[in-house]
Every structure is written in C-alpha cells, then in structure tokens.
C-alpha cells in the first residue's frame, strides 16, 4: 500500500459519508501517513478546509496529537484556526513538549500568543525556556518528558514511578538517576532493571560513567554521538551538569538526514531548504539558488581576464583554444573530489581539524598520481584523437605535451586546494560545505588557465 | 575528553605495566572508543601486535565482544589471527550474529573456515543462511536476535519469559508476537506491558496493523522507514510472512549515514569508499576517483570538437572566447543544483519516479525566472565591467546581448537536464546520484556552448 492508495481510501469514505467506518479506517494508520495524506489531498484540491477539519476531528485524542506534529507548518496553522480552544488545548497537551515548540517556532504572532493562552502555566515556562536556547543547539532538540529516579529507590519502586508517571514520557527505557539537587548521577535501563531482582537498589547497578551533552552543544555533534555509541537516548545537562532533557534517537535522525541535505545544498551552490522539494514554491527554489548563480557568474570575471590577457598568444595557437573547457573540468571534477571527500569526513567527526597536515600529504600523494595518470592519457588522447583521428594538423607533439603537462600540474594544484580550502572554512567558523565544487572550481578555472597559458608560453615559444 | 587522551592514558598505563589499572580504566571506556584508540595507537606505531592482544585480553567478555565488533576489518583480522580458539568462540558467542556476519563479509577464507569451526552448529546454520542475502537487502541488515512470544501468553509470562530469554537479545524493548507457523502475528512493547494488568492477555492487548519489510527489501528504504515512522526495531518476514529477524535502529543510522556519503561520493564523481578517509590508502583513494577523471576528460572531446567547428567564426571575434569558461560554469551550477535537489529527494522518498512531470515543470519555471535573473546581470555585468570598466572595444551592445540571452537559455536548458536525467538513471535501474555535477555539466557544457555560438551567429551574423 502506498500513500496514495490511503488518499484514495479516505477520499471515497469521507465523499460517501462513512464516517465510521473512516474513523476505523484511519485507526489503522501511522500518524505520519495520516499528515501526508491531508496535504496530498489539499494539495490535489480534492479536501476543502472544512472536510480537514471534520477529517482530523475523527482521529483518536493521541492519534490526533501524533499526526498533528507530523504535519507542515502551513497544514498545522490551518487547522488551529479552525479550532475550538477547547480542542486546541486538547492537542497541546497530547503533544510532546519538544514537538509543541517546534510548532510554535514556525507560527506567526497571533497563533502563539492563542497557543500560549492554552496551555497551563508550568507549561508556557518550559515552552519559553526552550524558546531560548540557539536554533541548532542540543537545547532547542531535547524534550523535557523523561524519567528521573533518585539512587535510594529500589528497582520496584523505579517500576512503580514508571508505571505512575511514564505514561506520557517519550521513553521510558532508559531511566536517569538525579540527586538532590537534579545533579545528574547515573542511568538504568528498563531491560537491566528487568533482569535483576525487585529489591535491588539503584545506586548500586547504575551505570555512572555516562555520557552527557550540554544544553549548548552543536545538535549535529550530538546526532553524532548517536551514530558513534548507538544509543537510543542521551542526557542533556546545564552547565551546573543538572539534568534538564533528554535528546531522543528519532531527533537524532532527523538531524543527521537535514544535515546531509543541508551539505549537498550547499555542495551544490544552494541555499538550505527547510521544506521537501515538491512542497517548496518556485519562488522560494529561485531563492535558493540565484545568488549563488550570481555571485559566481561575476566570479567567473578572473578566467575572461586570464584569457583576455593571452589573446594574441591564442591567435597564433587557435588548437590551444579548443582544450580549455576539457582542463578546466578536469581540474574542477580534481578539486570536488578532495573537497567532498574531506567535508564529509569533517562532519562525520571523522576529520579534525588537527588533522590538516595528514589531509595535505594524502591528497598531494593522490594528486600525483592522478596527475600522472591524467597527463599521460591526456597527451596520448590529444595525440592520437584529436590529432590524428580528427586530421587537425595544428596538433603537434609540443601542443599534446601542454596539454599533458597542464593536466598532471591542474590535478596536484585542484586537490591542495580541494583539500586545504574546505578545512579552512571550519577554521574561520564557516560550514565546509560551502567550499565545494562551485567555489572550489571557480577558483580551480583559474589557475588551470594560469597554468595552461604558462606552460603553452614555455613550450610552444607563444 | 577526546579519543586523543584516551589513547594517551591508555599508553602510559600499559607502558607502566600498570595492568589492573589499566583494566579499570578500559571498563569506564564505551567499546566504540576502545577500538578507535587502538586503531590510533597501532597507526601511529605507539602499539605493536603482541600489546594489542595484550589490552584486548584485559577487556571483560561482553565489552571485549562489543569492542570487537566495533573494529575495522584489519585490526580484526589481525586479532583473529592471535586468538586462540577458546578466545575466538568466547568473543564469537557474546557477539551479535549480525556482527559476526559482517566481520566474516570481510575475512579471507582462512580466517571465515577458523570462525565457522569456531561456533556451534546452529550459529553455523543461521549465519550461512544471512551470508545468503543480496548485499544491499534487509535480510543482510537485520539480527535473528529478537524477542518472540505467543498470542496466549499474559504480561506476566511474557515478562517471564523476557527475563529468561532476553539477556542475549538485540533488543528487548519491542517483541513480536508470532503464531504456530512462525507467522508474523502482531506487536506489543515493554511500554505497553509495564503500564497494563499483568494478567492481560497478550492477544487482545497487541498491535496488529504493523509495518514490517522482506529479506530482499532495500536496505536504504528500510532506513527511511526510521526515518519516517520513529522506530526502534522494524520485523523482517520471509515470501510467507514468516518472522526471520529483525532491523534495529542502530543499523539504520549507520545505513543513513552510510548512504549519504555514497550519494556525495557519486555526485562528485568517485566510486564509493569502504573506510573512512584517513584509513584509506593512497592507492585506494586513487583508484575511486581516477576512472572517472579518465572518463570525463575523454567525454570532454565534445566541446573541443564545437569549439574547433566554430574556430574561424572566434577569429574574427575573439572577445567571445573569454566569456566560454563562465558561461559553461553556470551551466554546469544550474544543472547540478537541479539534480542535487532531486537526487536527494529521490533517496529520502520525498520524490517518486510518479512526480516526473511535477519535477520537470517546477524546474521549468524555477530556470526561467533564473534565466531572466542572469540575463540582465550578464548583459550589465558584460557591457559595464568587461567593456565599460576594463576598457575592451571589442565588447559591444550585440556581444553583451549575446552572452546575456546565453546566459537565459543555459539556465533552462541545464536545469531541465539535471531534473530528468536523475530521474532517467533510477528508472533504468542506476543510483540516481552518478547523475550529479559531473556527467550533467560535461553534457551542459557541450549544449552551453552549441547555444552560445548558435545566438552569436544569428546576433552577431557570424
């Protein structure tokens, strides 16, 4: 079964009024496919507002709540507005504290002041606590709703405190112990507490040497640490190291994946969207992506300079002319390999940045022999190809030698580049994302060219 | 604390034959940094062979098993070979089947015979059966240890049966309910059994409309189902829908992650890398990226055979020259930032090969009004910087009109190419991402030129 095929289910229920046996039907249901066929509905026109409405009406109080964090925030806002107060303190309460907030990040002024309004005041606390954490901080990730357990308790009495009160917390499975002051202590898991006998005591199986984040640590270091010690939750901690929110696994993957995207985006000379392709407008799209276009097509001025500079030297050699545009992409594709491979690395924690030294030496030993490969080839294929093969009398042994010779210095001087540049983004504090291919080539073009009309002026006499 | 002082610690107490402290200390590590730092430590040459067996014995049988498990191939090998065969069944029998697959993936034959005799009969049968997975399936991601419980059991059996049987199990915190003939019959939580009565039955408290995949399932679309849904453990099901194992979310992480770099490798033009960067070799690093260099550049013949066929009409015109590197870099720039956007929803899902045409009129429009954007700041950017500003009376009004109406084509042309071709490449079955910067601007490339001196001859009457 596919999204659509749900689409078209409820669509036909709702259209012959069967509301129960809709109400049955979307039981059934994910609360992420639920939200994913709202929008296709809406967005296909086949769902008025009010239908919304009436449809998200016949979702059970938590089903509700799940599918409405799982909804964009434009789907999210329609609904509020045709909420009573009554059910929009119903949904709020459902959610947990973490999706509430992000809710509130996206919605306009009215609508949080009438979110505000409806939620109890321990509630509004919280909210505005994590208001005010940075935007990619492990803050601004956590959720407020975890077990905490004191190192007096015994495992009966850490099943009965779970039974009492974690019903609505976003799990439950791994426990952690505070002290008097909620200093963090300690963490228990349930499969642990499960094996050993009720009248053990806490303190004296909890694990102590536990890994914690701080309220202000980079959300992507953190999604990390998922990736590295495969946890399924992680304790954040103020700077007193009391505990404050736990940073859950499905978070943690959802910034792994944005931040991917985010890198490819900005590989790729664009902007970071924050909505899936097809649910982004043109315009917004066009946002992304012309001033990078524009930037780097002024940019580009230096390679017209360059070849301006050498264009009597390019009359008297018209072959030379037709082999620019393969040495410039040979040397941008030189220099996006080293810089992709190193801003990955950088961001999988795999590279640091004290690994600069080890990063240069590996990719000059790489670009060596590359280089050699690429000169090598290049000369034979100039030679025989574009030479022989094509009968264009201008290419002489001395011109295919350029040619190589350009190649093999353009592959050493793309990967340093490729490899250097990337690095010295993070120094700066810049994502290295931003020093990939585009950047990278662009600067590449022109060196190449440098190189080309140097070594063409040394063996060919221009 | 980084793995760097780890390492450093770990150093000087075993250098100091401090050997019980040295045992203390390694029980406060996490297994996933243990192996890092004897991989550093080897590496750097600060550990040879013989300490390496020597600190690995000092590990506690689970932690040693994780920490094994957590090692790159090499360093395992090279522990294999120092174990004796007691050593090698004991870490065999902590260790997940799924671990134990993987590291046999990557053993040579001696070594896989000395672990296949090393294990009991039923292991040996269970692993050659996961062995027999397509690479890249489920059936090759997911673990046989799971717990499985019957339809008639209460809470309290299953708990029961939790506490004798769950000790080993990848996961306790999801369980599977099956029927006689191992069908998959439904699910239900720890959560859940905690919170109910203990004499519930488990048939009428279970889930039964649950998402589970096959063995031969891609693993990718596995992971985005994580991804999607928030699981932590997903079933896996034979033709039958018979329960075989289970996907946890740890390896889901790791399958994300993993493919993202595989898609950023494919899209700057190298095949994928099995290591991470500082582990591989030169020759390796070479061997992913020079047969694509080699590739391109021979494709690259294309626009020097353009540029040779407009070679007289340039002569007479050779300001027209300098503006070819930066006309084909914003093709190639709008190209890749439409394939790179459409890459990556295809492998989040966010794309389906359904939304072709969707795709294909967004980019239409989206290149238009970029088009229009670079039109008038090209025909500006020409006439006021290249002529005005730096002189050259060669650049005149029909020259800057030329470049500018390039400009607007390029961008349609480009981004209409790196809309469809991703999408063509996962149709005829190919990732999606070799479709990426590289092939689209060697085709742009060609095409951008074709444009540009097509509009020069009818503007300029070459």
């Not at 690395?345 to 690429?374: H, N, Q, T």
Request: proline share 3%; charged share 25%; net charge negative.
């Amino acid at each position: 079964m596919t999204n659509f095929d749900f689409s078209e289910k409820i669509l036909a229920l709702l259209q012959e009024k069967q509301y129960q046996n809709l109400q049955k039907y979307l039981e059934t249901l994910n609360p992420a496919d639920v939200a994913e066929c709202m929008t296709d509905l809406l967005d296909d026109g086949d769902l008025e507002d009010k239908d919304l409405l009436r449809l998200f009406r016949l979702l059970p109080k938590e089903q509700a709540a799940d599918t409405f964090a799982e909804m964009d925030a434009d789907l999210q806002e329609k609904l509020i507005l045709g909420f009573t107060d009554k059910e929009l303190s119903q949904v709020l309460e459902e959610m947990f504290l973490d999706d509430t907030v992000d809710v509130i990040e996206e919605m306009p002024a009215s609508v949080v002041k009438r979110i505000l309004k409806n939620v109890d005041s321990d509630t509004r606390k919280s909210i505005n606590q994590m208001l005010s954490y940075p935007e990619e901080s492990a803050g601004s990730l956590m959720t407020i709703e975890f077990v905490d357990l004191r190192p007096g308790m015994t495992v009966r009495e850490a099943f009965d405190h779970i039974r009492q009160h974690g019903v609505d917390k976003e799990t439950i499975y791994t426990c952690y112990i505070i002290g008097p002051t909620r200093k963090l202590l300690g963490a228990v898991s349930v499969r642990e507490m499960l094996l050993a006998s009720p009248d053990t005591v806490l303190r004296d199986m909890m694990e102590t040497n536990i890994i914690s984040v701080t309220t202000l640590d980079d959300r992507e270091e953190v999604a990390n640490l998922f990736a590295r010690y495969d946890y399924t939750a992680l304790p954040v901690v103020d700077k007193e190291h009391r505990l404050v929110g736990i940073v859950t696994v499905d978070d943690a993957i959802d910034v792994l994946q944005e931040e991917a995207t985010e890198d490819m985006e900005l590989m790729a000379a664009m902007s970071p969207s924050e909505h899936p392709y097809l649910r982004t407008s043109t315009f917004d799209i066009w946002k992304q992506r012309i001033p990078w276009l524009l930037i780097l097509m002024v940019s580009a001025t230096f390679t017209g300079m360059i070849i301006t500079g050498f264009e009597t030297a390019l009359a008297s050699n018209a072959a030379l002319i037709a082999f620019i545009p393969m040495l410039m992409s040979t040397g941008g594709n030189c220099g996006s390999q080293s810089s992709v491979m190193v801003i990955r690395g950088l961001s999988l924690g795999e590279i640091e940045l004290s690994d600069a030294l080890r990063v240069l030496w590996k990719e000059f030993r790489v670009s060596v022999l590359c280089g050699l490969a690429l000169a090598v080839a290049g000369f034979a294929k100039v030679l025989f190809i574009d030479g022989a093969l094509f009968g264009n009398a201008e290419i002489t042994i001395p011109v295919a030698a350029t040619v190589g010779l350009t190649l093999a210095f353009v592959s050493i001087v793309a990967k340093l580049v490729g490899g250097l540049l990337p690095m010295g983004a993070k120094k700066l504090g810049f994502d290295p994302a931003v020093m990939a291919s585009p950047f990278i080539t662009t600067i590449v073009d022109a060196l190449s060219l440098l190189l080309y009309f140097s070594i063409a002026s040394l063996l060919l006499g221009l």
